[in-house]
């Protein structure tokens, strides 16, 4: 089992910049890859950024360029760093891990509760 605890969200302006974290607990040997979700209100929920374990982070092309993921696998950890974030933005941002087997088969996914972003213009 894996759980998975989201921080960082809050206000912020359009041109500064915000850091989200993920911090993982549980049977973290079986994340394969943690990422980023969110959902803006009375929008489905669609996929932002991920990131490998050992590996490189992908990005949708709506934040491409602007934002960054990366990870600490020692503490289970993974952030989102959004810079110049847009109004457009704003949303309910989920943390997302792959749960592989033991034979390194995918087995599901474990979400985060969520972090509210507001940006203001």
């Known amino acids: 089992q894996v759980q998975l605890a989201e921080s960082g ?8 910049s915000l850091r989200l ?10 994340i394969s890859a943690m990422g980023w979700y969110r959902q803006a209100p009375g929008r489905a929920r669609e996929w ?6 050992g590996g490189y982070g992908m990005y949708a092309d709506t934040v491409k360029g602007r934002f960054i993921a990366s990870s600490n696998n020692t503490k ?3 952030y989102l760093q959004m810079n110049s974030p847009k109004p457009e933005d ?22 985060g509760q969520g972090t509210q972003v507001t940006v203001s213009s």
């Open 76 to 78: 289970n950890t993974v």
């Open 9 to 16: 969200g809050g206000l912020v302006q359009a041109g500064d």
């Open 90 to 111: 704003t949303g309910v941002f989920f943390c997302n891990a792959k749960r592989i087997s033991w034979t390194s088969t995918l087995i599901g996914d474990s979400w």
């Open 48 to 53: 932002v950024a991920h990131i490998p374990t």
């Open 21 to 30: 974290s993920c911090d993982a607990s549980g049977d973290t040997i079986c």
